[in-house]
């Protein structure tokens, strides 16, 4: 239960980095790109 336990907090910190990421290139537009190779795929 314990090594679940790490691995759930590793998630959470790698997916406030992925958001930490997206909202500091947001004004650059590169959300923007994301988004349309998101929808392409």
Do not use: N, Y
Request: hydrophobic content about 35%; overall charge positive; some cysteine.
């Amino acid at each position: 239960m314990r090594r679940e336990k790490k691995e759930r907090e590793r998630m959470c910190v790698s997916v406030s980095f992925a958001l930490f990421f997206l909202l500091l290139h947001r004004e650059r537009g590169v959300t923007k790109k994301l988004l349309q190779k998101t929808r392409q795929s």
